[in-house]
């Protein structure tokens, strides 16, 4: 039985990862009638981004999450939208195929600028588990 509560919970917590996700995607698509696929891209740009400037620059994070948040995401999101807006009245396969080309564009990008390397952060939520019961469930699980 204690196994069955801990798939329960890895799928709640997956599935909230999964839930965001598509709000998102449905979120991008009502307010700019676009088929963003490029969401996931932009959302890796900004880890590596934020990599960059915490792990790697050694900015506090006080300092990096407020560059990214304040500087990077909005150039990002202002030349998304410039690329975007000419394209609101065309038909749907346009803005679709652009925005897979984005898709490719940032993966290729983030390839050549950060060499390909995988890269670790320091978590910000600890990683360490309390207990429920016979279920372990994580902090990193519960902020999700």
């Known amino acids: 039985m204690s196994v069955y509560w801990s798939l329960v ?3 709640l917590f997956i599935g909230s990862i999964y839930g965001l996700a598509a709000m998102g995607l449905v ?4 307010t700019t ?5 490029a ?4 959302a890796m740009v900004c880890g ?4 960059q400037l915490h792990d790697s ?3 506090t994070g006080w300092v990096a999450l407020p560059v990214l948040l304040l500087v990077v995401a909005p150039v990002i999101g202002l030349m998304f939208e410039a690329l975007f807006r000419p394209l609101a009245g065309l038909s749907a396969e346009v803005p679709l195929v652009v925005s897979l080309a984005l898709l490719a564009l940032l993966q290729a990008a983030a390839v050549l600028i950060w060499n390909g390397q995988e890269r670790g952060l320091e978590p910000v939520i600890p990683r360490s588990t309390f207990k429920v019961g016979s279920l372990y ?3 990193d699980q ?3």
């Open 33 to 37: 009638g676009v088929f963003n696929f």
């Open 142 to 144: 519960l902020g999700t």
């Open 57 to 59: 620059w050694h900015l």
């Open 137 to 139: 469930v994580g902090y």
């Open 39 to 42: 969401y996931g891209a932009v």
């Open 9 to 11: 919970a890895i799928g």
């Open 48 to 51: 590596f981004a934020y990599w």
């Open 27 to 30: 979120l991008t698509y009502k």
